[in-house]
């Protein structure tokens, strides 16, 4: 198995326990200590006593956090140790997975994934693999649940607030949301916040899944809602109104509340956060911003919902960024402050192309999936293949929709283009 965007993942079975087993056992022998955590779906038990079982005969001592936030995990790592957490973050109950994290919580950096997967490969199955150490590691479980919660309730003020709605999908997050808010003085009202390993709606947090929550917000007359994936790592919220705030109006919101004057984002968010502060762009993909924050920007997100918080974590961290925007609801009016946001249109194609690899290196992209993006004066357009699909996609952003409309056409061009030349050569 290899590294995606975000660690390793697939649907659950044995491919996957014999890679957790192997990792934790690669992982003990490179780092002295290691914390690992787990969401609520009901393979992630199976899936960790695995790892722990490869980390202990690797050598290396073990800190248990059981249910807990993926940042949680990330956020407690010691110097010259790692962090696992066992997840598979916004993906269906059927799938699980890995995320690694070094200390300061970032994700393995690419020279780091490349590495492990070179070790996993040549470890081959665990039925062949020896090599355990002498002196197995040992084992504490100590309150990491609790040192996390009161971390971030020490930032904020208890005072009293507005009602909130919150979502937790019956994910990792109900463990460390409701007592963070409640600490902090929200009247919050729950909503799947128990964390049965079984999800009610689907686990990541767009508006399409969320349907239910603006005649809530009506009812209840709440300050808003705040939403939860799988292991808390992101968090999107709405508005008074019970109007859904997209990731870009979000990026942008926590940026001018934080009064943050450099900003990490990804190479799909608008160009809207261009007028609020001075922008580095990653490809897609969270790791992607963790790592350029380790370097440079006061703040950093991507337009999923995952927000990062440097002097937090170098990890995604949902319930901070859930209770930075209760108390954010409850200093602005956030219907207003949404209404002062400039929304730009935005176009979306996806092209068949048996070719999509070719074609992207041809376009000058270093990597495919990363892909390409274009600026012009009245906007930009990213070309990138999909990592699931024979297919090239293709977002355009203007400043009018004709000038959406024409760069989006410019990028199709470029593509069939290079299709053309590709399969007639």
């Known amino acids: 198995m290899r590294f995606g965007s975000s660690g390793i993942r697939s649907r659950y079975g044995r ?7 192997l990792l934790g056992h690669i992982l003990g022998e490179k780092f002295k200590e290691i914390i690992v955590g787990r969401d609520t779906r009901t393979t992630s038990r199976i899936i960790e006593n695995a790892f722990i079982a490869g ?3 690797g050598g290396s001592s073990l800190r248990t956090a059981g249910l807990v936030p993926t940042p949680a995990v990330a956020s407690s790592i010691t110097q010259g140790g790692s962090g696992c957490m066992i997840t598979a973050s916004h ?16 994700s393995l950096f690419k020279t780091q994934q490349k590495e492990i997967e070179e070790l996993l490969v040549a470890a081959g199955k665990p039925a062949d693999h020896h090599a355990f150490q002498k002196s197995p590691g040992r084992v504490t479980s100590p309150g990491i649940l609790d040192t996390y919660i009161q971390k971030i309730t020490a930032r904020f003020p208890s005072e009293r607030m507005g009602r909130m709605i919150l979502d937790c999908g019956n994910g990792a997050g109900s463990v460390a949301s409701p007592a963070i808010l409640r600490e902090m003085g929200a009247d919050i009202r729950c909503i799947n916040c128990t964390p049965s390993g079984f999800f009610t709606r689907p686990s990541e947090p767009l508006e399409q899944n969320l349907g239910y ?9 709440a300050s808003g809602a705040v939403v939860h994936d799988g292991d808390a790592d992101r968090m999107m919220a709405f508005d008074s109104r019970g109007r859904y705030i997209t990731g870009d109006q979000m990026l942008i919101l926590f940026c001018r509340y934080l009064d943050a004057q450099r900003v990490v984002t990804t190479t799909d968010a608008s160009m809207a ?22 370097g440079w920007g006061d703040f950093g997100g991507e337009p999923s919902g995952a927000w990062i918080f440097p002097r937090q974590s170098l990890c995604p961290d949902g319930p901070y960024a859930a209770a930075l925007f209760c108390q954010m609801a409850s200093e602005w009016d956030i219907a207003a402050e949404l209404d002062r946001i400039p929304v730009y249109p935005i176009r979306r194609r996806s092209l068949p192309c048996s070719c999509a690899h070719e074609v992207m290196h041809s376009l000058g992209a270093a990597s495919p999936t990363d892909g390409i993006r274009i600026s012009r004066d009245e906007g930009w357009y990213l070309v990138r293949a999909s990592g699931t699909e024979p297919k090239i996609r293709i977002t355009a952003e203007g400043r009018t929709p004709a000038a959406a409309d024409a760069l989006l056409d410019e990028g199709t061009r470029a593509v069939r283009e290079w299709k053309s030349k590709i399969t007639h050569q």
């Open 273 to 294: 956060i261009d007028e609020w502060a001075e922008v580095r762009r990653t490809p897609v993909g969270d790791s992607y911003v963790s790592e350029a924050l380790a």
């Open 91 to 106: 993906n269906p109950e059927e799938y699980n997975g890995l995320k690694i994290f070094n200390h300061g919580g970032s």
């Open 213 to 221: 929550l603006p005649p809530l917000i009506t009812a209840w007359k």
């Open 55 to 57: 980390v202990l005969s």
């Open 15 to 21: 491919e996957l326990v014999s890679t957790s087993l």
